[in-house]
């Protein structure tokens, strides 16, 4: 591993010669301390000292005696030298995180903190150690999923241990065993961390990094499935775009190479990678097995369809067969990440930007005159998305039907399985991203809102109405559908782009909608130019940067999800650059000067 990370900071200089591309920045990320550091956790003998293994993790946290003793500073100790013995090998350390998942008691290697456990130690300890022997070290906090982020911000920011506080680590995964959701929620938590960053007044020096974000389980070459293998990559895309409208600094991806499975993985935790090693299929290739004995793992799809593929099949689904044949898979996943990466470079910003409605008759997705709303399957019809406000599409991500049970439903596909699916809005807001998500439509089970329709004066039909939930906690002056705006601004994405809703009072204007019948389509004006309740995000987004270490002065990022091309004009502060048309499920990078 060290000379490979030697080489790749080495490549990296030889092909980004602008001095503001600065050097390779290696982020390290302890999974556990020695177990002799480690309190006894629930699987160790009774009386025991220590934990056996780096396996799991005592609560509150696995340090053996607190964050305050003797073996807290002999963790913070062999912080120093860890980085020491890889400084004298020349690896370039940029930054290290406190805890890899700090909530999470892993099977595998795993260290529990709370958020003053995590502030204890920093302060007593690892701040002062790392601060006195590599001041110029980065230290990030957290690194976990975006579900408490801002409480975890908000609590250090405000301890005695900010001082040794550089940035925010954050994970794409959600807190279920749904891996779906995946890079599908908690963007409102990632603006309500930049409103605290900006609230402490350290949002010019604090760094908010994606530290790890991956598909599980195993890989789209061994499932065989095209349309999984570019769904994983569209997912990876929107992520990227989401946490840098947000103003993060940096998305990384957790596996760099894979073999063909996800492997290997000492706990069969078989995973996703853009690039994947196949040595048995490169050029000339003799007496390679396809499978060595220690890749012997279970993953859920069987064979490894990818491995009975012709290189002439895999090349027509975009692995390409001039890689193949050096022995490595580059999937549709590393394409996609390479739009962006590879123009998006370090120093650039993010920028206001958002596909906005059409301007012509119908929308984007839904031209005048036809029946139904395009863009194709609904992939994001599932428990627990969120519902947010975006421009108006006319796809079939903004479509609700009101049922006879008078709930809204949404229909759509799960994309892994493939099977039909059908949820309704919820009647309360979730806990962690505090806005209301999709649910079970079952009315036994009670978590689904059951609406009336009430129109307000002066309206005609339902284009001004009062959506109200007959079954919610709330009082029923508190219980109309309402917007929620997102803190931070919306970000680059400003307030249209991506607000939540609640539930709140009916007097609101934010609780004032048109719903169409017909359509099934429920929108507002209270931000003036319409937005349109959307199942997660829209089939159609956009990311913008000023790039001024890039190959151009700007860049710009249209990611099309649907399965229909969408037709679109590029403006840039109001003068139109060029129009232009993007493909099913496709990404495009403009280079603007």
Known sequence: MVPMMNRAASVLREAWTNPGDGDLKIIASPWSPPPWMKAPGPNDP??????????????????????????????????????????????????????????????????????????????????????????????????????????????????????????????????????????????????????????????????????????????????????????????YAHDILADMAAGANAWIEWNLLLDAIGGPNHLKNVCDAGLLAVPQRAKGAKGIPSREPWEDLRHPYGPTVGNHRTIEELNAMGMPAKYIEKGVVAQAMHWYVGHISRHVRPGSRAVDALADSSDGPGMTFWPKGELVPGGGVNNLAMSDIALNLWPCEGSTRQQFKLNEAMQLQVFGENWQDIVPTNFCIRNAPDPSFEGVLLGSCNVTLGESAIYEIVPLPGSTGWDRVNIVGTNTEYPRAKSCMRIKELRNNGGSYGPRGGSQIVYGDCDSDKAVWSLNKETGIISSTFFGDEVCLTTGWPFLQVGAFQTPNGSSEKVVVVLNDGGDAANYVLEDDGNVLFAGSIAPHTIQTVLVD
């Open 46 to 235: 009774p009386n025991a000292t220590h934990a056996r293994t780096m396996l799991g993790s005592a609560s509150p946290t696995c340090l053996r005696g607190g964050p305050k003793s003797e073996y807290a500073k002999s963790w913070a100790e062999y912080f120093a030298k860890w980085l020491t013995s890889y400084y004298t090998l020349g690896v370039p350390i940029y930054a290290v995180t406190i805890q890899n998942e700090p909530e999470f008691d892993a099977p595998w290697e795993a260290c529990l903190y709370t958020a003053p456990i995590m502030g204890t130690f920093l302060e007593e300890y690892l701040g002062p150690t790392l601060n006195k022997t590599y001041p110029d070290l980065k230290i990030f906090i957290y690194d976990h999923n975006k579900n408490d982020v801002d409480e975890w911000a908000r609590y250090l920011l405000n301890s005695s241990s900010h001082p040794y506080i550089d940035g925010t680590a954050i994970h794409w995964y959600a807190n279920s065993s749904n891996r779906l959701l995946d890079g599908a929620v908690g963007a409102p938590n990632v603006h309500r961390l930049m409103e605290i960053v900006k609230d402490f007044g350290v949002e010019k020096t604090h760094l908010v990094w994606g530290t790890e974000a991956c598909h599980c389980p195993s890989t789209g070459y061994a499932g065989g499935s095209l349309r999984i293998s570019w769904d994983r990559a569209e997912r």
